[in-house]
């Protein structure tokens, strides 16, 4: 390669193939830290209601369970959740279940079913009035696909076999849950404590970010200028 009619010497190959190793070297690592950077989206939060004596129901005890609102207004992709409840046993599994909204009810078969590993729950404190244990639980999930914005439903159980589960309730003012005794009937709204209401879960998207095809180039641009230029500096000091 010959730049104004001057031929390269060896040393200055050398540093050329070093300046510009370095700015691939550079592009390369830009491009790693930019893919592989973690973004969390918040897609549903409900707190737990920590102050409120016998703040909870039984789900999946004697058949019965809990179904849960929560509204998305986009498409959304769930795949970590976080939940609060009491147990009489340790660790143990659940199963987390989504549904359809039918006019304002659950549907009554899920369109998503997980059963997770067996999950120890960490303790957060005594119920103020039971003085039992609450424990809060976090899991990723596979794809949970949200393909439009609307209502949907939430339900964390125990897994068949496995101790008794109350979810306890979050702090969020809402609509009320639902509840049945069995997996294939219909559900009817509870109303054991209209004043609580809601129950305590978090749902999140933590995904890899993917950069736009214009973030490499802009990179890439950046890395050669700079590779350019410091090749440049170096052969005016020897001209």
Known sequence: MRFTGVPLSPPEILIMKQVLLAGLVCLGFCFHLTATSASAGMIASQPLDFDTPFAGYFSEF???QIAEDFIV???ATVNEVTWWGRSSGGARAFDILFFQD???VPDVTAFYSYTTPVLAGTFVGNDPFEQTATSIWNTAIPDVML???GTYWLTIRSS???PSFIWQHATAPGAGYYVRYSNNESWT???WDPERNEMAFVLENNVAVVPEPSTFVLIGTGGIGLAGYGWRRK???WT
Do not use: F, H, L
Request: charged residues 15%.
């Open 147 to 149: 393909a439009s914005p």
């Open 189 to 191: 709204k509870a109303t």
């Open 235 to 237: 052969r005016q000091q």
């Open 102 to 104: 039918v006019a304002g």
């Open 62 to 64: 004697n058949g019965q």
């Open 160 to 162: 068949a076999g496995e």
């Open 73 to 75: 207004t986009a498409a």
